[in-house]
Nanobody
C-alpha cells in the first residue's frame, strides 16, 4: 500500500486547508485511514481517522471542531480539511493506513501499517 499526501502550504492564521491522501496498492477497502501531525521536537499527534468502508470517524481532542475527515472511495483518496488554522497547527501532516484498527487504537500511531511521506503545513501570524 502506498500513500501520497499533498495539499500542505503556508497559510495565515484563521485560514483553511484541505489535505489529500491518495491510496494505491493493496485492498483499499480493507484499511482505515488516519491523519497525524508532528511538529519539530514533539511527538506524533493523532488528528483524525476514518474507517474506509463504514465511515466511522474519530478526531483528536486538540483539533475537534476545526477539522473534517472524509474519503472518496472512487478516487481512493482521503481528505482532511482544517479550518480556523492556528500557529500551533504548524507541523508535518502524515496520512497512514492500517488493517487492524478499532476504536480503541485509532489514535495510536503504532497501530498503523503504512505511512505517507508527509506534507508541511505552516501557519503564519
Amino acid at each position: 500500500v502506498q500513500l501520497q499526501a499533498s495539499g500542505g502550504g503556508l497559510v495565515q492564521v484563521g485560514g483553511s486547508l484541505r489535505l489529500s491522501c491518495a491510496v494505491s496498492g493493496g485492498r483499499v477497502g480493507s484499511y482505515a485511514l488516519g491523519w497525524f501531525r508532528q511538529a519539530p521536537g514533539k511527538d506524533r499527534e493523532f488528528v483524525a481517522s476514518i474507517n474506509w468502508s463504514g465511515g466511522d470517524i474519530y478526531y483528536g481532542d486538540s483539533v475537534k471542531g476545526r477539522v473534517t475527515i472524509s474519503r472518496d472511495k472512487a478516487k481512493k483518496t482521503a481528505y482532511l480539511e482544517v479550518n480556523n488554522l492556528k500557529p500551533e497547527d504548524t507541523a508535518a501532516y502524515y496520512c497512514a493506513a492500517g488493517s487492524r484498527l478499532i476504536s480503541s487504537n485509532m489514535a495510536n500511531p503504532h497501530a498503523y501499517d503504512y505511512w505517507g511521506q508527509g506534507t508541511q503545513v505552516t501557519v503564519s501570524s
